[in-house]
């Protein structure tokens, strides 16, 4: 609903920054054509400029200068000097027009010079006593011959200029508001409806309206998406449960392989070769069992099901205790282990579950072990850092190469090689530490180590007071 609101508020601000840009843009283009028009007193200069250019000589006669001739011929005007005492015109242009009179009465004279002659607009100027009349064209000019406004019109002009201004703005507003108000209607189901579909829930909008084109289309794809999530989770109830019932038909045959090969391991009555034998069997029994228990967990941590069972762990006790027992299974010390967190370090806390911490731990040691049959040193380190707690667990082994560390970073269910038995697998065992640090709010990083072997860190938010 949020963002229907925002979108609201962001139609409402493009119209109003509209209507000021528009208001702004005219006025702009006022000025500009003003500019560009003739002054209106253009005329009225000019007239005053041409009595200035008119002389009389001694015997009476009037004569025109050669810039009072430019002046008429620029303003493709004619012109007459009206006597003041008798009315007659005394002298006039060589291009005054037919019609024209040339004799004018105080009344005449009151009406032409705010007029028009002939309907040539008219300016006019004053020449001592006697008055100079200038005709322009007829298309130059347009006069307004009673130019008398009320003084009150005037004076209340901005506070008119501003009611119009705010009428025609709310004017605006309520056709915007009328014409958008079933839009805005389409809207509001269609933004709920979406912002509805990443959180998985069935979505569906009455095809009406505007927008019931779109409307339609999400009604579509809500379906869709509810098909598929109802199938995946059949195919996932299927998967858990065929991991399930596997791993239970099989552990009872399995514990039996197991037992019968370590009676047969400890028969004197075999020959040592045989009870070799029967101890490989009973090895690699004991394997498929962890891989089992191991595939048991990684379907519960994939799917949910594995409850956890938190409370306040110390990281430090609980890697320090993997460490140990680690080393004390190690009977031919062919993986020496080094302890390297700072000893001034003793508490690491977090909420967590601390068994499916330690798994987690020795998966990493026994994962070192089983890529390094000939042996490796392995480093252990936790520490602390910007607002989290670090477990490094890093050997001096065969390593891993690029392209597989790509692919055990970016595939989350990466199982194992596909190039044969004999290349270092990278299986169950790391996805399940995946998902025990993703449990609890985590992260893994895989890595090249110092000494060119395999280096992994899991990265705990501290935990909150």
């Given at each position: 609903?949020?963002?229907?609101?925002?979108?609201?508020?962001?139609?409402?601000?493009?119209?109003?920054?509209?209507?000021?840009?528009?208001?702004?843009?005219?006025?702009?283009?006022?000025?500009?054509?003003?500019?560009?028009?003739?002054?209106?007193?253009?005329?009225?200069?000019?007239t005053?400029?041409?009595?200035?250019?008119?002389?009389?000589?001694?015997?009476?006669?009037?004569?025109?200068?050669?810039?009072?001739?430019?002046?008429?011929?620029?303003?493709?005007?004619?012109?007459?000097?009206?006597?003041?005492?008798?009315?007659?015109?005394?002298?006039?242009?060589?291009?005054?027009?037919?019609?024209?009179?040339?004799?004018?009465?105080?009344?005449?004279?009151?009406?032409?010079?705010?007029?028009?002659?002939?309907?040539?607009?008219?300016?006019?100027?004053?020449?001592?006593?006697?008055?100079?009349?200038?005709?322009h064209?007829?298309?130059?000019?347009?006069?307004?011959?009673?130019?008398?406004?009320?003084?009150?019109?005037?004076?209340?002009?901005?506070?008119?200029?501003?009611?119009?201004?705010?009428?025609?703005?709310?004017?605006?507003?309520?056709?915007?508001?009328?014409?958008?108000?079933?839009?805005?209607?389409?809207?509001?189901?269609?933004?709920?409806g979406?912002?509805?579909l990443?959180?998985?829930?069935?979505?569906?909008?009455?095809?009406?309206?505007?927008?019931?084109?779109?409307?339609?289309?999400?009604?579509?794809?809500?379906?869709?998406?509810?098909?598929?999530?109802?199938?995946?989770?059949?195919?996932?109830?299927?998967?858990?449960?065929?991991?399930?019932?596997?791993s239970?038909?099989?552990?009872?045959?399995?514990?039996?392989?197991?037992?019968?090969?370590?009676?047969?391991?400890?028969?004197?009555?075999?020959?040592?070769?045989?009870?070799?034998k029967?101890?490989?069997?009973?090895?690699?029994?004991?394997?498929?069992?962890?891989?089992?228990?191991?595939?048991?967990?990684a379907?519960?941590?994939?799917?949910?099901?594995?409850?956890?069972?938190?409370?306040?762990?110390?990281?430090?006790?609980?890697?320090?205790?993997?460490?140990?027992?680690?080393?004390?299974?190690?009977?031919?010390?062919?993986?020496?282990?080094?302890?390297?967190?700072?000893?001034?370090?003793?508490?690491?806390?977090?909420?967590g579950?601390?068994?499916?911490?330690?798994?987690?731990?020795?998966?990493?040691?026994?994962?070192?072990?089983?890529?390094?049959?000939?042996?490796?040193?392995?480093?252990v380190?936790?520490?602390?850092?910007?607002?989290?707690?670090?477990?490094?667990?890093e050997?001096?082994?065969?390593?891993?190469?690029?392209?597989?560390?790509?692919?055990?970073?970016?595939?989350?269910?990466?199982?194992?090689?596909?190039?044969?038995?004999?290349?270092?697998?990278?299986?169950?065992?790391?996805?399940?530490?995946?998902?025990?640090?993703?449990?609890?709010?985590?992260?893994?990083a895989?890595?090249?180590?110092?000494?060119?072997?395999?280096?992994?860190?899991?990265?705990?938010?501290?935990?909150?007071?």
């Amino acid at each position: 609903m949020k963002s229907t609101f925002k979108l609201i508020r962001r139609f409402v601000k493009i119209l109003l920054l509209s209507v000021i840009g528009l208001f702004v843009l005219n006025i702009l283009l006022l000025i500009f054509v003003f500019s560009r028009s003739e002054s209106h007193s253009g005329g009225w200069k000019a007239t005053e400029q041409l009595g200035n250019e008119l002389t009389e000589t001694q015997s009476g006669v009037y004569t025109l200068s050669e810039k009072g001739r430019e002046l008429l011929q620029q303003k493709n005007a004619w012109a007459i000097l009206v006597e003041d005492e008798t009315g007659n015109v005394v002298w006039h242009s060589d291009n005054l027009p037919e019609g024209v009179p040339l004799h004018y009465s105080a009344a005449d004279i009151s009406y032409y010079t705010r007029g028009y002659i002939e309907d040539y607009p008219t300016t006019t100027a004053a020449r001592g006593d006697d008055l100079i009349f200038m005709g322009h064209p007829k298309d130059m000019y347009w006069k307004h011959m009673w130019p008398a406004f009320d003084y009150q019109l005037i004076a209340n002009s901005p506070k008119i200029i501003l009611m119009f201004l705010v009428v025609n703005l709310l004017a605006i507003l309520l056709i915007y508001f009328v014409s958008t108000s079933g839009v805005l209607k389409s809207v509001k189901p269609i933004v709920t409806g979406i912002e509805g579909l990443p959180e998985g829930k069935e979505v569906y909008i009455k095809e009406k309206g505007l927008l019931s084109d779109l409307a339609a289309a999400i009604n579509r794809g809500s379906e869709k998406l509810m098909r598929q999530d109802r199938e995946l989770k059949k195919k996932e109830i299927a998967r858990a449960n065929w991991i399930s019932g596997v791993s239970h038909d099989i552990r009872t045959p399995l514990s039996m392989v197991m037992g019968y090969a370590g009676q047969l391991e400890e028969s004197s009555a075999l020959s040592e070769e045989d009870r070799r034998k029967a101890s490989i069997i009973r090895q690699q029994s004991l394997k498929m069992k962890n891989l089992i228990n191991d595939l048991n967990l990684a379907s519960k941590l994939e799917y949910n099901m594995q409850p956890l069972h938190p409370e306040p762990v110390n990281l430090i006790a609980v890697v320090r205790q993997c460490a140990v027992d680690f080393i004390n299974a190690d009977l031919d010390s062919k993986y020496p282990l080094e302890w390297k967190t700072d000893e001034n370090l003793t508490a690491c806390v977090i909420q967590g579950d601390k068994g499916l911490l330690r798994r987690a731990v020795n998966n990493l040691l026994n994962n070192a072990q089983s890529h390094n049959p000939e042996g490796c040193a392995i480093s252990v380190e936790v520490r602390e850092e910007r607002n989290s707690y670090m477990i490094s667990v890093e050997d001096d082994g065969v390593g891993i190469s690029d392209k597989q560390l790509e692919k055990l970073q970016n595939t989350p269910h990466y199982m194992m090689s596909d190039n044969g038995t004999e290349e270092p697998r990278h299986g169950l065992g790391l996805l399940i530490v995946q998902q025990i640090v993703r449990a609890h709010h985590g992260d893994v990083a895989f890595g090249h180590g110092s000494s060119g072997g395999f280096l992994v860190q899991l990265r705990f938010p501290m935990k909150e007071e």
